[in-house]
């Protein structure tokens, strides 16, 4: 909780003040800590879409158990007056759900935070002076609102109202959230909701905490209202935007959340997605549709995009468009499921075999997991190859607040384009880029095309030939050169010279943004440069580097045999760069804005 | 299926526009004769060029698509089935023709052909079936018979043959017959019911592979002394001779004609009428669009995000 002139005091005395001290503040973290039933997740949700809706910056990040059912879980939800850039390395306010969720977290919780705890279930060390204990019955009061029916269930809403209460949050405005959530069911759910929201609301917690937080309003924003969404709806709806109608996909942990979105919504656009019986099937398929003239996507995680490797050579090999999203978890094999790493970037540029290019984009926040996927569509269908978009376990779930799009100018609609070609049309011309005539296209010169995995002339027939493998290759591979001269050149944050120069790709934007901020209040020589295009890299990236002295690699994945990370080693085979240094981890977890500062400018 | 009789008009379309690169099978492979009977049934039937489309995975009688003169596909090994239903599923004007083997469908593909069938995919799958592996020169396929010797199995074939008719009954295959290619107009006939069938239709054709197996096939072809013994298939005549016959929606039947012992039987083993993917899910598009109002890409995701403020 960033106050906007001090920290906020701990309270003095829990003398029996129904009132709370109003105290404005800019920033808060609050950290939800209980089992993965308890529906935190959707109480933390609830107030990251109240945030949005009341032009705030909000930012959350979630722990789930991969475990079927129970197991611990969190919810954190960062809110800010003004920018967020990342969930948070402390919380300022931690509800503690059970005694491990206490146990777990309190290390999260900053000194002089707030501890807010189910005095039904948890036992806080009474000593620890640290932070201000509040100790509420919510078991008991929950199940007291609610009647013995519900038992406990209702408690995330129980503490919504409290929150509510606390943070001075506009009630008028969740409750409409909370008829929105839950009025398409019966109406007694609803009434539930809305009787344990209002006996947290009506809890005196003025008697244990002596202050209210309320949000300083947000500054005009210029009009453009936000949407509230996670990662992965994100990319579905950008993905829509773009026009692409088809898909096919297998579930898997965490990519299953948009395959869920476009089978239920590209009906509404006339389109379709297939759940297949395997990865491979998945894949096969989504070739199916993109030949047929639909630029289909398809997706999964690691393990997925293991086994959809080969046909993912044979799109390389038979020029044909494809969006490809791998929402990366920890690795490799199963390894952890739920949780976020960064190391698939050699298998989305190399996991294929022979020369096998193809172009791989990464996202930085969930607004830009949005706008990835229109630059994915027009790059596949305007170069005819596989794209990879390279999400992560943290932009999957991780739900913000942005600037609602400007749907008019950016959806668009495609259908396959069957104009008749004229005589001498080829699929595979030597001169140029290929275009695909698709099935239903009348040949004027009554040749029809083939396309291939087999290494081809023009037309599309089998060849052996060593000049055509060789010229063939070179026209796979420098369609992507031709791609890299149009990509503009990322913006420096910060100085466009200095000491050091963070390197960045994906969902480390924040923090590592974050940290760049911080350093440079300080009066460090920090700046960043975040890289969406990872395959083909933008020209000219070697005259940004040159006006540093340190250029650091910052990414969620093994520093490897050699010392570096999967960028950074990229990075230093493209430019021969020795300055070009590494900060990895590998813990499954985000970076840490503490973290990237100790390891830069240490 | 539209067919714009404008676009097609004067044009007939011959053997001479169907046919693109020579095969480049060996002398006397009996994939010949399946070529030629699918140029015949596509000269009978005039369907619009552009509208017809030939796609195969890996294999020798994988190289079918360079072969025939019209939009086709040359793809991975085993994975032709998801292509197709991608084709068939989002282009209701084409007529997909699937070409391979038996090592591509019953061993690597194995799975696809399964939920291909199980899903009721709107497409033709024309199996040949070598009982042999040929591109790579004589290894073991998933129906080689027990004791077929071969490079992965010197002192002969030990695992059980996949009976193809009893897999694809199993697996929910809407049209399913079986055929030799010395039969040639026998193979035109069930190619054309197999095309004609709205669903998931294939037609198995024993298909001889005379580098690596020779012969496999005589006992099915009368010229070499075999025989080759064809369904009847029920006429509901009423006759007492009718009793005898075999009614091809009878799954249990068509599994008990299905163990006939080698070559055993040729012809329609099942048919059903079950709806296609490609209808069900057409139907929901429909349901939702109307449920939209029609309504266009734009104002639906507005509509969404509109939800989301």
Known sequence: MTNSDSLPPPPTSHAARADLRPEHIRDAVIR????????????????????????????????????????????QVRVGTGEVLSPGDEADFLVAFYQHSYDDNIGFLREGGVLLYDSDNVQPNADDKRFVHVGIPITGLTVEALGGTAKDK???????????????????????????????????????????????????VGNVLSTRYKFEPPEETGGRAQVTMDGNQALAYGLIAAGVRYGAAYPITPWTTVMEVLRAELPKYGGLFVQCEDEIGAVSMALGFSYSGHLAITGSSGPGISLKTEAIGWATMAEMPLIIVNVQRGGPSTGLPTNVEQSDLYQAIFGGHGDSPRVVLAPSTVE?????????????????????????????TRIQAFDEPDLKNLVVEFVPNLTPREAGFKPYPLDGLTQHAPPGTRMLGGVYPTVTGLEHDEMGHPTGSPKLHAAMTAKRRSKLQRLAAEIPLPEVFGDAEGEALLVG?????????????????????????????LNPLPNGLEKIFAKFRR????????????????????????????????????NGLTFRVKEILEGVLK | MSTTLSDTAAAKLTKKDLTADHPTWCPGCGDFSVLASFYKMLERRQLPHENIVTLAGIGCSSRFP???????????????????????????????????????????????????????????????????????????????????????DPTGAVDQPVNPMKKLITAGATFVARSHTTQVNHMIAMMERAMDHNGFSVVEILSECVEFFPGAFDAGNPRKGGEFRQIEEKKWDGTPEDELRHDTTDELAAYRLAGEPFPGLFGVFYESDRPTKNALEARWIQATREKTGGATALETLQKTFDRMK
């Open chain 1, 154 to 204: 209702g408690k995330n809403v129980f503490v919504l109202g409290l929150l509510a209460k606390i943070f001075d949050l506009d009630i008028e405005k969740l409750q409409r959230l909370l008829k929105e959530k839950f009025g398409g069911k019966n109406e007694s759910v609803l009434n539930t909701a809305l009787m344990a929201f209002q006996a947290g609301y009506a809890y005196p």
């Open chain 2, 66 to 152: 360079y072969f025939v003169n019209t939009h086709g596909g040359h793809f991975i090994h085993g994975r032709a089935v998801p292509l197709a239903s991608g084709v068939s599923l989002s282009r209701p004007d084409l007529h997909v023709f699937l070409f391979g083997g038996d090592g591509d469908a019953f061993s690597i593909g194995g799975n696809h052909l399964e939920h291909g069938a199980r899903k009721n995919i709107n497409l033709t799958y024309v199996i040949m079936d070598n009982f042999v592996y040929g591109l790579t020169k004589k290894q073991t396929s998933p129906t080689s018979p027990v004791g077929f010797k071969s490079k992965t």
């Open chain 1, 368 to 396: 830009d997991c949005f706008y990835i996927a229109i630059e994915a569509a027009r790059i596949a269908r305007n170069y005819s190859t596989p794209v990879f978009i390279l999400s992560d376990a943290s932009l999957a």
């Open chain 1, 551 to 586: 250029i650091i690699v910052v990414e969620m994945n093994d520093e490897g045999i050699y010392g570096h990370g999967q960028l950074a080693s990229i990075l230093r085979a493209r430019y021969c760069d020795p300055k070009i240094a590494s900060l990895t981890k590998t």
């Open chain 1, 32 to 75: 939800l800590a209980g089992n993965s039933q308890d529906g935190i997740q959707s109480a933390g949700a609830l107030l990251a879409r109240l945030a949005g809706r009341s032009d705030q910056d909000v930012m959350t990040y979630m722990t789930i158990p991969s475990t079927i059912s129970g197991g611990p879980s969190l919810f």
């Open chain 1, 505 to 533: 790709w994906g969902s480390t934007y924040g923090p590592i943004y974050e940290a760049v901020k911080t350093a440079r209040a300080a009066g460090e020589s920090l700046s960043a440069l975040h890289l969406r295009h």
